[in-house]
């Protein structure tokens, strides 16, 4: 039915790979055309970018340390004193969340809503990332969809556990016995 005809539509497009090979359990893109598929690779790929990126910022404070000085200083705040995870949410000031949200709004109307349909969704044409062989580039992306994919699930998994247990991923305290401790 709908879902063979997605599968036989987009299954040669990248992301389309082993175990799963085209994989769309939510059948969203059931009697999809280009476009539709288009929007929503590009929604993928920024969606396991930014993904990518939180798993790296949720888990890199408790290998490497934080930030010396203050976050705040007129409210004495150091970064020391944010915890990781979801519980930075409360910690973090008013005036913090507002650069947050300013310097995201700047991102996402400085990247361009539409570069899907201008060509491939994603490609900013920076070699050093991707490579001028099709075959390299084409390997890349597609570890790029993969890493997406698996990230997504991880800041997920994250977010979970610490909602679960109040501790943020990386919280060794809890392990008395962690050599990495």
Same mark, same amino acid.
């Given at each position: ?107 996402? =109307?400085?990247? +361009? ?6 060509? *491939?969704?994603?490609? !900013? %044409?920076?070699?050093? #990332? ?23 699930? =991880?800041?997920? +998994? ?6 679960? *247990?109040?501790?943020? !991923? %990386?919280?060794?305290? #809890? ?7």
């Amino acid at each position: 039915g709908k879902a063979s005809t997605a599968l036989n539509a987009f299954e040669s497009e990248l992301g389309a790979q082993p175990p799963l090979g085209f994989y769309d359990p939510l059948g969203m893109l059931d009697d999809a055309d280009q476009d539709r598929f288009d929007r929503l690779r590009y929604v993928e790929l920024k969606h396991g970018r930014i993904s990518m990126m939180a798993t790296m910022g949720y888990i890199t404070p408790e290998i490497t340390g934080k930030f010396p000085g203050f976050l705040s200083p007129s409210a004495k705040l150091a970064f020391k004193d944010i915890p990781n995870g979801i519980g930075a949410i409360a910690k973090v000031p008013a005036l913090g969340w507002a650069q947050i949200f300013a310097y995201m709004s700047f991102c996402e =109307a400085g990247g +361009g809503f539409n570069d899907y349909t201008t060509g *491939t969704p994603g490609d !900013y %044409g920076f070699k050093v #990332l991707t490579s001028s062989d099709p075959t390299e580039k084409t390997r890349k992306l597609n570890s790029e969809l993969a890493n997406g994919r698996l990230a997504m699930m =991880a800041i997920i +998994g994250m977010f979970f556990q610490d909602g679960l *247990t109040g501790a943020a !991923y %990386g919280d060794w305290s #809890l392990y008395t016995d962690s050599p990495l401790r």
